[in-house]
């Protein structure tokens, strides 16, 4: 069965950190671009960023530019998304999204997990 599974979300005082982990089970990673989007309350979800499968980023949102920046640890089957100075529009539930080979359109994504809650609030 293949399944994406987010953790690491949690509450941040604005300006803080948070790092998002994405882990695969049931296939591997290396193939595949891995897409972070998020949904906040009432709104529809949004694409963050993607890194591919060779490593390279695409932004989705220009509000996470400088701020968020994704990685991989093939060997570990994991993506990460570190998200730094945050804010509190950064509240939402983030998910991480799978596709083979390079980053897609948003809509494009086969793969989703379930998603993990990010709150930024003082």
């Known amino acids: 069965q293949l399944q994406l599974v987010e953790s690491g979300g949690g509450l941040v005082q604005p300006g803080g950190s948070l790092r998002l982990s994405c882990v695969a089970s049931?296939?591997?990673?290396?193939?595949?671009?891995i897409g972070w989007f998020r949904q906040a309350p009432g709104k529809e979800r949004e694409g963050v960023l993607c890194?591919?499968?060779?490593?390279?980023?695409?932004n989705y949102a220009d509000s996470v530019k400088g701020r968020f920046v994704s990685s991989r640890d093939n060997a570990k089957n994991t993506v990460y998304l570190q998200m730094n100075s945050l804010k509190p529009e950064d509240t939402a539930v983030y998910y991480c999204?799978?596709?083979?080979?390079?980053?897609?359109?948003?809509?494009?994504?086969?793969?989703w997990g379930q998603g993990t809650q990010v709150t930024v609030s003082s």
């Open positions: 999204a799978a596709k083979e080979a390079s980053c897609p359109g948003i809509y494009e994504y086969d793969y």
């Open positions: 049931g296939f591997t990673l290396d193939y595949y671009a």
């Open positions: 890194i591919s499968d060779s490593g390279g980023s695409t």
